[in-house]
Each structure stands twice: as structure tokens, then as C-alpha cells.
T-cell receptor, first 115, second 112 residues
């Protein structure tokens, strides 16, 4: 199946700093990628839909100025958490659509800890 | 997209068939049923999807009732590695409406 990678797999940053998470589709081109957030013992919450070459669409309640998404190529989308706070500590997961729209492939996730 | 209801947890003995139910009584005619699973601290993994007919692949079988208001995911010979949270998701199967909305899922524990 299609492979999606994320980098880094985990990151620790200080409060007030920014951190960038990369999501790559390794063996296919993805015009659409999605970003999710998952807190411990909770389900995945969709944050935004990222389309190559256009602005991301954010879900209600997600601050677009805090979670910057860039989808500059067909294989790469980035999520930047700006001015991170401890409450931003979470598991961030991306996914990508293959050419066929039925299957959405997920990355392994990035665990962010803000101290 | 239609709402789904799943039991919060289930147990199954290793080697037995695991049958995971999902209720989607408000599903509409153009909505597909998808199943994903998430093993601890990993990204979700696609399992199977269907519209009306029963489906089978190398991982599982999906049985959808005739009225499409419920479905069952069957893992025919569960192993310890099948311990995970299983999500049943209903979504419209058309271009431009691909986002998945995850519910709470069923935490399946396979016991030796």
C-alpha cells in the first residue's frame, strides 16, 4: 500500500517557540492531505484539509494563525505550531489521499511535547 | 455524514473470530462504510470499505445488513497483533468530500 511518512516522530520544544512537522507521501502524489490531532485516550480530531497549491481549510475551532499549513508540492505538507504552549502537546497525525479517493493513508504520527 | 455507534470495548480469544458491530441507522444511499484501526501510538490503518455488498480482503470481511443500518467487521482468526482501537466511519463517497470524521471506536483486546 501507499506509504506516508512524518518527521520528526517526536519533538520536545519550549513554550513560546515554533515547531514544524513534515508529512510526505513517499510513493504517490497527494493533491489532498489532512492533519489530525489526538490527545491521550481520545479519538482523532480533524484539524484541517490541505490542498496542494491552495490555502488549507480549517475545521471550526482550529486557529489558522496558530497552526500554519503549507502544501507546496504533491508529496509534502507541513504543519507549523506557532508560539507553542503546553496545551498544544499532543499526537499529530497526517494522512494523504491517493489517486483513487477511497483510501486515505495515514502517517505514523508526531508526538509533540511543549515544556 | 451519518453518525456511527460502536461498543466502547470488546474482548476476543486469540485464534477466534472477532466480530465488531457498528450501527449507522441514519446512513444515506450514497454513503460508504469504512473501517480503520489504530494500534497504540501509531497512525490509523485502513482495513476495508463497502457500500451495499459484503466485502472481503486479506485483512477482514465486512458484512452490511440489507437495510444498511448496521454492519459488522469480522477478523476471521484474531491474533494478539489485532489488539487495537477499531473505527467505523460513514462518509459520502464522492470527490471533494473525502474527509474522515472519527468517533470513539471500539477498543478490541485479543487475549492469549
Amino acid at each position: 500500500g501507499a506509504v506516508v511518512s512524518q518527521h520528526p516522530s517526536w519533538v520536545i520544544c519550549k513554550s513560546g517557540t515554533s515547531v514544524k512537522i513534515e508529512c510526505r507521501s513517499l510513493d504517490f502524489q497527494a493533491t489532498t492531505m489532512f492533519w489530525y490531532r489526538q490527545f491521550p485516550k481520545q479519538s482523532l480530531m480533524l484539524m484541517a484539509t490541505s490542498n496542494e497549491g491552495s490555502k488549507a481549510t480549517y475545521e471550526q475551532g482550529v486557529e489558522k494563525d496558530k497552526f500554519l499549513i503549507n502544501h507546496a508540492s504533491l508529496t509534502l505538507s507541513t504543519l507549523t505550531v506557532t508560539s507553542a504552549h503546553p496545551e498544544d502537546s499532543s499526537f499529530y497525525i497526517c494522512s494523504a489521499l491517493t489517486g483513487g479517493f477511497y483510501e486515505q493513508y495515514f502517517g505514523p504520527g508526531t508526538r509533540l511535547t511543549v515544556t | 455524514d451519518a453518525k456511527t455507534t460502536q461498543p466502547p470495548s470488546m474482548d476476543c480469544a486469540e485464534g477466534r473470530a472477532a466480530n465488531l458491530p457498528c450501527n449507522h441507522s441514519t446512513i444515506s444511499g450514497n454513503e460508504y462504510v469504512y473501517w480503520y484501526r489504530q494500534i497504540h501510538s501509531q497512525g490509523p490503518q485502513y482495513i476495508i470499505h463497502g457500500l451495499k455488498n459484503n466485502e472481503t480482503n486479506e485483512m477482514a470481511s465486512l458484512i452490511i445488513t440489507e437495510d444498511r443500518k448496521s454492519s459488522t467487521l469480522i477478523l476471521p482468526h484474531a491474533t494478539l497483533r489485532d489488539t487495537a482501537v477499531y473505527y467505523c466511519i460513514v462518509r459520502v463517497g464522492v470527490q471533494g468530500a473525502q474527509k474522515l470524521v472519527f468517533g470513539q471506536g471500539t477498543r478490541l483486546t485479543i487475549n492469549p
